[in-house]
């Protein structure tokens, strides 16, 4: 099976049902079906996750886990279009995958809802507030008032639960778990600490640190980035926080899609202002959990938001 046919394939649950989201309404975030761009890949049918799984797992990389997982990388333009990048398993990313138009989305939330290694949805937040779950073809409307969260991302489960965690910030800087339930709903939110608002920018997927729980990182305003490592403790998920190194805000998007190389680490992705994206590869190591950068891309300031 060719590399193109791999990736239509792998996106054939995230295009082509976009077509029948169209008549949900805007309030859930209308999907408009994606016309064909040069050198982007046309949707086809197929089984995406024993296609993630056959492509993740060639010429010998490991198999994705919860703790590195194998995620896309989605671009949304600011006219709506999304576009998908699949790992190629070698630190970079296949040829971008036109897939549909959202013109109310405002950020996204990738998510493996079942912890199986595979992405396997994603949670939108739109213009108006409302949060959306899109998973196997079918867009479901999960909460509204999430308009007042200003970054929201999924590091993976935080404690020993079946589903993943989301993670929330308002604009006072409260740092709010939500645990996700296997229909898509999600628990009532619990506390996970203050002072967040000193942080620009908030991600993580997986395990950095190498104790097989999932951490995230955060970059001060000082450009410093901080690594915090996950407990396992539901009630106090992460431990106290550890520098990783300055210099970080020659970026202006931290993007953490799990293991990017295949080789059993949970990666960091990082655009500059110039649209250079860079894989910060994970160590498994607490103490320096990333080799230095790699350029692996350009263009990537077209897109208004990654995820």
């Known amino acids: 099976m060719t590399q193109s046919s791999r990736r239509g394939r792998i996106l054939?649950?995230?295009?082509v049902p976009a077509i029948a989201t169209a008549l949900i309404g805007a309030t859930a975030g209308t999907a408009?079906?994606?016309g064909k761009a040069p050198g982007d890949t046309p949707p086809a049918s197929?089984?995406?996750k024993?296609?993630?799984?056959?492509?993740a797992v060639a010429a010998g990389q490991h198999k994705p886990t919860p703790v590195a997982p194998f995620f896309f990388l989605s671009?949304?333009?600011?006219?709506?279009?999304?576009?998908?990048y699949m790992a190629n398993g070698e630190g970079g990313f296949t040829e971008r995958s036109g897939a549909y138009v959202?013109?109310?989305f405002k950020y996204g939330i990738s998510v493996d809802p079942d912890l199986t290694g595979y992405q396997d949805g994603a949670y939108h937040v739109m213009n108006d507030g409302t949060l959306n779950l899109w998973r196997g073809g079918k867009l479901k409307k999960v909460a509204t008032g999430w308009g007042g969260y200003d970054s929201v991302f999924s590091p993976g489960a935080l404690s020993r639960a079946s589903h993943p965690d989301l993670l929330a910030r308002d604009k006072q800087g409260v740092l709010w778990r939500f645990r996700t339930k296997a229909d898509g709903s999600l628990a009532s939110r619990v506390k996970a600490g203050t002072g967040w608002n000193q942080y620009?920018?908030?991600t993580g997927l997986g395990d950095l640190?190498?104790?097989?729980?999932?951490?995230?990182?955060?970059?001060?305003k000082q450009g410093v980035l901080w690594l915090y490592r996950g407990t396992g403790d539901a009630q106090k998920p992460f431990a106290a926080r550890t520098r990783v190194g300055g210099g970080w805000n020659q970026f202006n998007k931290l993007v953490a899609t799990g293991d990017v190389d295949g080789d059993g680490h949970s990666d960091l992705l990082a655009r500059n202002g110039k649209g250079d994206l860079f894989l910060y590869k994970g160590t498994g190591k607490a103490s320096a959990p990333f080799k230095p950068k790699t350029r692996i891309g350009s263009g990537f300031d077209q897109y208004r938001e990654l995820f």
């Open 12 to 15: 054939s649950r995230l295009v």
């Open 32 to 34: 408009v079906a994606a």
């Open 46 to 48: 197929g089984s995406a």
């Open 50 to 55: 024993s296609t993630a799984r056959s492509a």
């Open 75 to 84: 671009g949304i333009l600011p006219s709506g279009q999304m576009y998908v």
């Open 102 to 104: 959202w013109p109310n």
């Open 200 to 202: 620009t920018q908030i």
């Open 209 to 220: 640190s190498g104790d097989g729980k999932a951490d995230i990182v955060a970059r001060d």
